[in-house]
């Protein structure tokens, strides 16, 4: 997966958005205003996602590539490189769950006012 295709998944998800709030180096990817993903543009390909804090423990013990989230709560957070050691469809199956977390966190009034 590169840069390209992560956004274009990232972006074929319901009411998902694109943003840089933080610099010109990060590209964030919101929903219903919330963080699900946001990933490096310089450097090597990184992502963060959200993680349910159990599966992120066992995730990390699992695959190299995969790091406790920089700059993000340790406990929800992960950061995956993406160098290949990783399938394609695991790192959509991750971001989708990152994706259903942040939802579930909407109120119930935002989800409808979403559609989600």
């Known amino acids: 997966m590169n840069i390209e295709e992560l956004r274009e998944y990232c972006l074929s998800l319901p009411q998902a958005t694109e943003d840089m709030p933080f610099d010109d180096e990060t590209l964030v990817f919101k929903v219903g205003g ?8 310089t450097g090597d390909l990184k992502m963060n996602l959200k993680c349910d804090p159990d599966e992120a423990i ?22 995956v490189l993406i160098d290949g050691s990783i399938s394609d469809s695991m790192l959509k199956v991750w971001i989708l769950q990152s994706y259903k977390l942040v939802v579930a966190k909407l109120t119930k009034a935002e989800r409808s006012r979403l559609g989600l």
Do not use: D, Q
């Open 34 to 41: 919330r963080m699900f993903c946001f990933a490096s543009l």
């Open 58 to 79: 066992e995730i990390r013990e699992t695959f190299p590539a995969v790091t406790p989230g920089f700059h993000m709560n340790k406990k929800y957070w992960n950061t």
